[in-house]
């Protein structure tokens, strides 16, 4: 008995240890799980799932349930300046009711986020033409029957430059549209290669040409990144920002609490003498950016 006791104690530890270390997944609001930034396959959820595939030029939103056509609408993407990025993506997060946290605490009802720089699904005002900061806007009924039809494990968001005016345009079009391969935060170990013929040294090259051009002299001037919802969501967009700007690297960060209604926000900010031109590359870049000062 004293031996059965010690065993089942055993496996009621090990069963705990097995519990506590496994993460449990995020929740969005709503509900729904979080899932990776990888949205799944385009040939799988045309099976089972939800296909999403929206024309910048025809301003068109074309989607499948299951394989078949459900609906389509017209849209308004990004205007210029702050184009709608075309890719594959994912659904990050839905909200009901949600705000945005970069442009005047502006509604977003029944947000389907797709990035973590902004860009998003919604309800919003349709005028006709592209007209948004980068988000798909999508008439009210029309973004809450989407957003009822949608779970993030099975739904996958095709944005294309490309004129569609038909589902089986769509269709066609979302499954020959490569999906990006994940990104990788560390270095991918070498594996060891045959002998090859010997590859002759590079030609030194001087440091000169290496150095960054000279920064502007004059007084500070500050931009604005993001409005994140925490400190470590701050951090890590300008982690994100600074991969695809190094020029970044020279500013000084800021992250700055502020309270828009009744909801905490951390403004992520950046100063030097010539941010305001930054900022004016990084727009056209389709960074969300602003001068503040």
């Given at each position: 008995m004293i031996r059965l006791a010690c065993a089942l104690g055993a496996s009621m530890l090990l069963l705990m240890a097995i519990i506590l270390a496994s993460p449990e997944p995020a929740i969005a609001?709503?509900?729904?799980?979080?899932?990776?930034?990888?949205?799944?396959?385009?040939?799988?959820?045309?099976?089972?799932?939800?296909?999403?595939?929206?024309?910048?030029?025809?301003?068109?939103?074309?989607?499948?349930?299951?394989?078949q056509p459900w609906q389509t609408s017209p849209v308004s993407t990004g205007r210029r300046g702050h184009s709608t990025p075309a890719g594959v993506f994912p659904i990050l997060q839905k909200a009901v009711r949600h705000r945005s946290n970069l442009y005047s605490n502006a509604p977003m009802p029944y947000m389907q986020r797709l990035t973590w720089r902004g860009v998003a699904i919604h309800a919003g005002h349709l005028p006709g033409y592209p007209?948004?900061?980068?988000?798909?806007?999508?008439?009210l009924a029309f973004?809450?029957?989407?957003?009822?039809?949608?779970?993030?494990?099975?739904?996958?968001?095709?944005?294309?430059?490309?004129p569609v005016f038909s589902h089986m345009d769509a269709g066609t079009l979302a499954l020959?549209?490569?999906?990006?391969?994940p990104a990788v935060p560390f270095r991918t170990p070498v594996r060891p290669q045959l002998a090859q013929a010997p590859v002759p040294a590079p030609v030194p090259v001087p440091?000169?040409?290496?150095?960054?051009?000279?920064r502007a002299v004059g007084p500070t001037q500050t931009?604005?990144?993001?409005?994140?919802?925490?400190?470590?969501?701050?951090?890590?967009?300008?982690?994100s920002l600074i991969t695809q700007h190094p020029a970044l690297g020279d500013f000084e960060?800021?992250?700055?609490?502020a309270i828009v209604g009744s909801r905490r926000f951390y403004r992520l900010r950046a100063s030097a003498p010539d941010a305001?031109?930054?900022?004016?590359?990084?727009r056209r870049a389709g960074e969300d950016c602003f001068n503040v000062g």
């Open positions: 609001e709503g509900g729904d799980p979080l899932v990776a930034t990888q949205p799944p396959a385009v040939a799988d959820v045309m099976q089972s799932g939800v296909l999403i595939v929206v024309s910048k030029a025809s301003q068109r939103m074309f989607v499948f349930k299951d394989g007209a948004s900061h980068g988000c798909i806007r999508l008439p973004a809450r029957a989407l957003y009822g039809l949608t779970r993030a494990s099975t739904t996958t968001v095709v944005i294309t430059n490309e020959n549209t490569p999906v990006p391969q440091a000169s040409v290496y150095a960054p051009p000279p931009i604005q990144l993001a409005a994140a919802v925490s400190p470590a969501e701050a951090d890590a967009h300008w982690a960060k800021q992250v700055v609490p305001f031109a930054f900022c004016s590359s990084l």
